[in-house]
DNA sequence: ATTACATGTAACATAAATAGTTACAAATAA
DNA sequence: TTATTTGTAACTATTTATGTTACATGTAAT
């Protein structure tokens, strides 16, 4: 089991338009820095356009931001792309047995555990945001200077 | 998305284990509990057995657990049901492309971000034992008492 | 208006993982 | 030797992620 690969994705395009404020973003020349099918960026862009991270509108090439790079946490991103219900980080098993004693206190009891572990998760997102990637993708790329060729 | 229930029908197992040490916990016994079919347990079992948090034998019935239930805290669990590799709670995109800023550099800013909210997560599991759910689970019962019947 | 082009979506194709099931070999105790 | 249980292989069904083709719809520019 994996967090899907969309939360990835999602960070990699928010990255990419603050980076490249000023060009217009097609989702074609978006898949190609991702390396994948421009119906998965449009897909993942329209999941981002539904939580208010980005503009997008059809038949106007390019998508924007919606918010200065620094007021998107990776937290918006992780729940925009929906890669994990509300509740659901951790799955149940269902109907576990009432006539027992285990069986029908178990879920009660694992409720709050599985919440704050999955609250811990959140609030580790909630602590970084698009700039401090972005920022860190700039000075990685300051650090091995004179090479860095550009296609896109 | 969501994190296998393998999870949590491994803290079910060892709590049953933990609150019938008197009895004979055979996979058929566990399963009525758990409501699913044997198979499932045993192999569930062999799992927690493998990470030493349970004996069993071959050809002998039923489990037990090999540690105090306040020596195995919930990752133990976590990790011995593999429900999650190593590093690997977040998905990446593979291979973005490496003739762009972004996708050149996107995978190394990305990764210590992605280890840190997974250790956040772990860190959770890892203050709870299964000592607390069972302790959790007996207090539910009281609170209802009276009306408990136990078929297991 | 027509054209060119981009977005938005439906529909489908794999592929991988989960969960369950049947069947049976191997181990053990009585 | 017999009955019982664990350990596993093999198979099915279901779900989800990801990618792909195809096309309708919206927009700007000619």
Known sequence: MSISSRFAVGIHILSLLGINQEDVNTSEYIAKSVN???VVIRKIIGMLKKAQLVNVRPGVAGAELAKDLSDITLLDVYKAVNVVQEKDLFG?????NPSCLVGRNIQTAIEPLFSSAQRALEKSLENVTIQDVVSDILKQEESVAGQNQREC
């Open 36 to 38: 994948t099918n421009p």
């Open 92 to 96: 149940r098993h269902e109907s576990p």
